[in-house]
């Protein structure tokens, strides 16, 4: 097996799926938009793999949201009911790459997240390049909507149900070899969904799940959130019910874990 071949990616923060909150940040991207441009290529599987699971009214919205981002946006603010912004801390991270893997060019695609936010990723990655990059990528965008896009011959796509492992973003064109750093080696085998419940509560990737454990931290850090204990008063209510999602998948998880009564 040969070494992975960075050619293009977008990451992209997002509430999950089941928080009340809708908030999108743009993480990284690197888009080359000329050579062989890789960068319109991922930008166009994004947006054919998800704009379809939007709703009409996002769909029709879309265009304008597009020539908006040719303009340039402005961040914070409001975008097919999400709100756009800058501030990452507690999203979820999805992330979407074109790799050169074993003489074959790979598109992998993260779809363990909701499709709104990777469209909205994809459309703020655009408003960050330059002018001409940016109008190419428009362009590239607005095939897909004319449903004009087709993946190029020799192209592989590869869709991440459990999302990417993060490992450190490499320099643009340099290789690394398959695997994970030391720091990821705990969390090898996790899914995201529960990765991010036990970062959310303090637990570490190898520990085992309890129920009272998980109660006791919930607990805790409840109490710290709130703002008669010094939690930060505008952000207690998010806070909040990232406590509690993370405290409910994670007892989910404990409860199916556990042997049934007899057993």
Do not use: C
């Not at 990655?125 to 993946?151: E, K, L, Q, W």
């Not at 085998?189 to 931290?217: H, Q």
């Amino acid at each position: 097996m040969g070494d992975l071949v960075l050619l293009a990616e977008l990451t992209v923060r997002h509430t999950r799926r089941h928080m009340p909150t809708r908030r999108v940040a743009l993480d990284h991207a690197y888009l080359p938009m000329t050579g062989a441009g890789h960068g319109g290529l991922l930008l166009s599987a994004v947006v054919s793999e998800f704009l379809p699971a939007l709703d009409e009214e996002q769909i029709e919205l879309f265009p304008r949201l597009l020539d908006d981002a040719r303009r340039g946006l402005s961040v914070p603010r409001l975008a097919l009911r999400y709100r756009l912004q800058t501030d990452v801390h507690g999203l979820d991270r999805s992330r979407h790459r074109v790799l050169g893997e074993d003489g074959y060019v790979i598109v992998e695609l993260d779809v363990h997240g909701a499709a709104v936010p990777q469209v909205l990723g994809a459309v703020l990655a655009v408003s960050t390049m330059g002018r001409t990059s940016r109008d190419a990528a428009v362009d590239a965008i607005r095939n897909v909507v004319a449903n004009r896009f087709r993946m190029p011959d020799g192209v592989r796509l590869r869709r991440l149900v459990y999302g990417t492992p993060q490992e450190a973003v490499p320099l643009a064109g340099t290789h690394w070899t398959k695997g994970r750093p030391p720091q990821e080696l705990e969390w090898a085998g996790v899914p995201s969904e529960r990765r991010w419940a036990m970062e959310v509560l303090g637990l570490r990737g190898g520990m085992e799940l309890d129920r009272d454990d998980i109660s006791r931290r919930f607990r805790r850090l409840l109490r710290d959130a709130h703002p008669d204990h010094g939690g930060a008063r505008a952000e207690a209510a998010e806070r909040i019910a990232e406590l509690t999602e993370a405290r409910d998948v994670l007892i989910g998880i404990a409860a199916s874990a556990a042997p049934a009564a007899g057993d």
